[in-house]
């Protein structure tokens, strides 16, 4: 089939580039061309990188993480290859997705949920919308591996007998705080009878308990907040499903018990549950920090569908040793979330089934010295004023910088004021160092004025490179686009995507080897390739024959 044969002859692309990097020899231009291919065939595609902070090297081969699509729109979607959404899979931490145009002919925003979920990792989800204008969407989420946790977070398990399905005396299980500083207990109480979630009860002689805490001002803990902290959708304490609300933590905890293969969701007793707070967390609602007669609210978190649910209202104490806690029971089990709830301003609302665009607030650099052709990437992200809480999961980025460029928020948080922070690393998995903090300012409204030069010194000395190329196969022009990775560090980061045969490479050395790689249907294609200049362009390529045979 010719489209099958268009979508394999993309795959060729490290082939074509290398060749074209390497080769010697000049190259004849062909006079005309039947076709011209390029491999752009969804308007709207999405990449997502799973994270694990302790090892990335633990999420290579396909049947470390699964995924699950949901949400209203989940019927849109199609795999990277254009096949059914159910053969979607996460290889290497990637996963990569379309928007079936058939599916949206009118263009709306697209919303949707990736639930993540594997063996050894604590399951997450990643609410994801697109609008019109987002052409190559890229997300990004950590995964807790249970067994080695980054800092920030602690992970307990424990077992107890059971007599007559049942405990005979009382059970706690307690987190270390040796990573989160600050930790969380759980406490079942003796007769305590335990159901599953349509509240039937659970049989069996032991009860298997896995408790992980984490702390509210760590990077990789606030990082692996499932869903972010400007979810999708929740449900009020009125009852209400709100979808314009964000969330800023005092401390979230992750509690899962089952009896064999079951898992358990009710309990015949309450349970309580104390967790630990910060001394130094700053009440968002007072602006001074937390302390023992403060309210907070509890939310709780199914990791089943992404849903947040209002518990109540906690009230901070103290806890007799010069520490705060906050102490609550419930009787169903879920995680757990000690947050202050806020309002958002989005760049996108839907009254009555129609889509309207409000401008938030622009960021506007000054970077004297830096201009757009020697421009630099440095991964950047927005947090609430004073704290290091992230706005959001997507609201870290590496973004390209020089002066006069300028940066458009979306889902902003209304009535608190952010900063931006900006790290010598290029991507989420190696940050580096803070180089500069910005200004407090309001993220709804308005220029944001940045000045950056006085960091500019401090900046490496690297180019960039761009590529151009467009191979011929038997009189037809191929002008593939493909997602690029490169290896860095020892690990795999997404760079870009290379769009009908042009991309730039951005901060990298002349004269060094580099290992690429891009990612179609489940399985990588590899590179190495090392630049001696940073412009390499031909439209012209004449690809070898035994290539065009492969793949034609």
């Not at 080695?148 to 705080?177: Q, R, W």
């Not at 967390?281 to 403060?294: E, I, L, R």
Request: proline share 4%; glycine share 6%; hydrophobic share 35%.
């Amino acid at each position: 089939m010719k489209t099958n044969k268009i979508i394999k002859l993309s795959l060729a692309v490290f082939a074509f580039t290398a060749i074209i990097i390497t080769s010697c020899k000049s190259f004849d231009k062909l006079d005309d061309f039947q076709l011209e291919i390029n491999t752009d065939i969804f308007a709207q595609q999405v990449l997502v990188e799973i994270f694990d902070p302790s090892d990335q090297n633990n999420l290579q081969g396909e049947n470390v993480l699964k995924v699950e699509v949901m949400g209203a729109d989940a019927n849109k979607l199609v795999t990277d290859a254009g096949e059914d959404i159910s053969n979607l899979k996460v290889v290497d931490g990637a996963i990569a997705l379309a928007v079936n145009p058939n599916k949206n002919t009118s263009k709306d925003p697209v919303q949707f949920m990736l639930k993540i979920s594997g063996d050894n990792y604590l399951t997450t989800t990643i609410p994801v919308i697109l609008t019109e204008s987002d052409s190559i969407a890229t997300f990004s989420a950590n995964v807790v591996n249970k067994f080695s946790t980054p800092k920030g977070i602690d992970y307990t398990s424990s077992s107890k007998n059971l007599s007559n399905n049942m405990l005979d005396s009382d059970f706690t299980i307690e987190t270390t705080a040796v990573k989160a500083k600050t930790k969380s207990v759980v406490k079942v109480d003796s007769g305590t009878m335990f159901m599953d979630e349509n509240g039937n009860n659970i049989s069996g002689s032991k009860i298997e308990s896995e408790v992980v805490h984490f702390s509210n001002t760590d990077d990789e803990a606030l990082s692996s907040f499932p869903g972010g902290f400007t979810p999708e959708a929740i449900t009020d304490e009125n009852g209400n499903v709100d979808t314009e609300a964000y969330f800023q933590t005092a401390g979230f905890v992750s509690i899962d018990m089952k009896i064999g293969n079951k898992e358990v969701k009710q309990f015949s007793k309450p349970i309580t549950i104390t967790m630990k707070v910060a001394p130094d967390f700053v009440n968002p609602d007072t602006g001074a920090p937390v302390k023992a007669g403060d309210e907070v609210p509890i939310w709780s978190y199914s990791k089943d569908d992404g849903k947040w649910d209002y518990h109540f209202k906690g009230k901070v104490s103290d806890d007799g040793n010069g520490g705060l806690e906050v102490k609550y029971t419930t009787t169903h089990l879920s995680w757990y979330n000690l947050d202050f709830k806020g309002r958002r301003c989005r760049s996108w609302t839907r009254t009555n089934g129609r889509w309207t665009r409000t401008p938030l607030a622009k960021i506007s650099l000054t970077m004297n010295g830096v201009s757009r052709s020697n421009s630099k990437r440095l991964f950047t992200d927005f947090v609430f004023a004073g704290t290091n809480q992230s706005v959001s999961n997507f609201s870290g980025k590496t973004k390209t910088f020089y002066d006069g460029q300028t940066f458009d928020l979306r889902n902003a948080p209304s009535g608190r004021q952010l900063q931006m922070v900006v790290y010598s690393g290029r991507s989420r998995y190696r940050k580096g160092s803070v180089l500069f903090k910005s200004q407090a300012f309001d993220g709804c409204s308005g220029t944001v004025n940045v000045n950056m030069s006085p960091i500019v010194s401090q900046l490496p000395n690297l180019v960039n490179v761009t590529v151009s190329y467009k191979g011929v196969c038997n009189g037809t022009l191929i002008a593939p686009t493909i997602p690029l990775y490169m290896k860095t560090n020892g690990y795999w980061r997404y760079i870009g995507y290379v769009y009908r045969g042009r991309v730039t490479i951005r901060q990298i050395e002349l004269n060094k080897p580099y290992e690429f790689r891009t990612y179609y249907r489940g399985k990588y294609y590899t590179q190495t390739m090392t630049f001696d200049k940073t412009e390499y362009i031909n439209h012209n390529y004449q690809v070898p024959q035994s290539l065009c045979d492969k793949f034609f």
